[in-house]
């Protein structure tokens, strides 16, 4: 013991964290917000929030593998004469061409195409490669309407107006200019190299009184054939999904704030917008206040990773789920082999997400063609395919353990929640108790 | 010419008479009594003209392809909206986001034309016999704009490549749109808008504007400008 003052330990503020420090560097050198794809990093209540409860004295279980569990879903029933009838409740999100390469796209298709299910354009339009990958193909009508034209309407299998999504409610776009090659810029009417900026709102309606009108307008080019979507960010779920009905949607999308982007600010993508988990019970509750709950789908998105997301998002009473961030994941995005790639770029794998440079070793976030070339759309499209039924497998493994025959056959009452705020989110119990905050307290 | 009579068939069974396959090329056809209603004539594919006895709602003739569609009378809001070719007129005023978004073809509107006329327009040529309101070409790509009264506020506000050509006053231009030079290029460009249009009017008279292209590539100094 010596008579020297001990020193206390050097101490980090957890307000200015160490990547708070590193932002507010970077800002001060670079004097631009801090731009990035994927969604909210920031851990939110989620889905591992919630448990099933499997079945008891109470409840049978169904056998696995031999006892059918159904997982098809149909989009579209309300008013379209021609639904879209999917294998398992899985969809592929939107994303362009533009964001991504075509052998990107592509791989899209072809996945989907091998589990059953759908795929979605984006801003800057339909492909023609895309279309012919891709056996059920949504077109999304976007506020910048690049690319749009009616005839590549009429060959869509479905239409998705976009209002808004989970990682900017209420933002637009921009397409940074490095990755505007000759074909995105004549896709897009627009000059080569330069920022590309997708408007925030529709040019030609305001709200859902208008947007009624604009549905009619599109349901009348299409023959009333194609069912309509509106998918909208995770904001306002209850009113959005109740305005999204009385404008006349046949499927709703909620997207949550983990839901992925192209690029968008980093302050947009973490400080605007709901967690997913967050959106679920009011856009159902809509629904179900509306007498229009499995009458017009709602799709939710946002943060979905493995069949026990797709079984609780059932559970608390969606049709189905979209995914675009797992799905690129198992493409080959942020794979640890290009490790070395990464740390080139100042970053590494699993944290790669500066989509907009256009630099993705990957090939799949780039109009690079000698990136792009990397990736073999018929390998990928297999990786997500398998994906996509492990995914479903798991669904249904959990949906059998509950006694459902039907991954739509699970219900609030199969889930109880781990903590309080996930627990009055998905208005379920708290695990241990008959307790949902909000509810019966 | 054939006449459809909207009050009495409805507007399913007219858009889709002017819509099937064997909709005959050339042939004329009259809407009337469409008392405003919505989405008339709109997503024509064929080279058949239209004409429309009455004020019409919102998007009318939206999407045009080929179709020469004649308003007698005034349009609601996306008039033309995303007309990929043909020709829409309207007689009277049009609303809100005439032409929006529009690929290409003609669009004449004989009166005044309401706010966002031509918003994000790519590659349409709109012709406005009267002025034009606020935010007219906003965020404009393509094609040309021809205003032979006045314009609102915000004209070409984050203007790309388009070009807009205004005979008479401009209450003030948007973000990155500037007056550029008249050329002889442009005069022959506007003198031939109005020819195709109909209205008199001398395309020396035009003052053009358009794209200081300084918006173009993110600079955080014009971070005021965004």
Known sequence: MTNKAPRTLPRKSATLDDYTLSEIRRAASTGIYDIRGGGAKRQLPHFDDLLFLGASMSRYPLEGYRERCGTEVTLGTRFATKPIQLDIPITIAGMSFGSLSGQAKESLGRGANIAGTSTTTGDGGMTPEERGHSKLLVYQYLPSRYGMNPDDLRKADAIEIVVGQGAKPGGGGMLLGQKISDRVAQMRSLPKGIDQRSACRHPDWTGPDDLEIKILELREITNWEKPIYIKVGGARPYYDTALAVKAGADVIVVDGMQGGTAATQEVFIEHVGQPTLACIRPAVQALKDMDMHRKVQLIVSGGIRNGADVAKAMALGADAVSIGSAALVALGDNHPDLEEEYQKLGTTAGAYDDWHEGLDPAGITTQDPALAARLDPEVAGRRLANYLKVMTLEAQTIARACGKNHVHNLEPDDLVALTVESAAMAGVPLSGTSWIPGQND | ?226
């Open chain 2, 1 to 226: 010419m054939s006449t459809l009579d909207l009050q009495t068939l409805g507007l399913r069974a007219i858009n889709s008479q002017l819509n099937t396959s064997d909709v005959a090329s050339g042939s004329s056809w009259e809407i009337t009594e469409p008392q405003g209603q919505h989405a008339i004539a709109c997503g024509l594919q064929s080279d058949i003209k239209v004409d429309i006895r009455g004020h019409v709602g919102f998007y009318c003739a939206g999407m045009n392809q080929k179709a020469d569609v004649t308003v007698h009378g005034h349009a609601g809001v996306g008039l033309a909206e995303n007309m990929m070719s043909g020709q829409v007129r309207v007689t009277g005023n049009a609303s809100q986001a005439a032409g929006a978004t529009a690929h290409g073809g003609l669009l004449v509107i004989e009166g005044d034309a309401s706010s966002r006329c031509g918003i994000s327009m790519k590659g349409i040529d709109i012709v406005v016999g009267g002025s034009v309101g606020h935010m007219s070409a906003f965020m404009a790509q393509s094609g040309n704009l021809v205003v032979c009264g006045d314009a609102g506020e915000a004209l070409g506000d984050s203007i790309y490549e388009a070009r807009l050509f205004v005979r008479g006053t401009v209450e003030n231009l948007g973000a990155d749109c500037i007056e550029k030079p008249m050329t002889d290029e442009h005069i022959k460009t506007v003198d031939d808008l109005l020819k195709k249009a109909g209205i008199d009017a001398d395309a020396k008279d035009f003052k053009r504007y358009g794209s200081a292209r300084q918006l173009y590539n993110f600079d955080i100094d014009n971070a005021g400008a965004y």
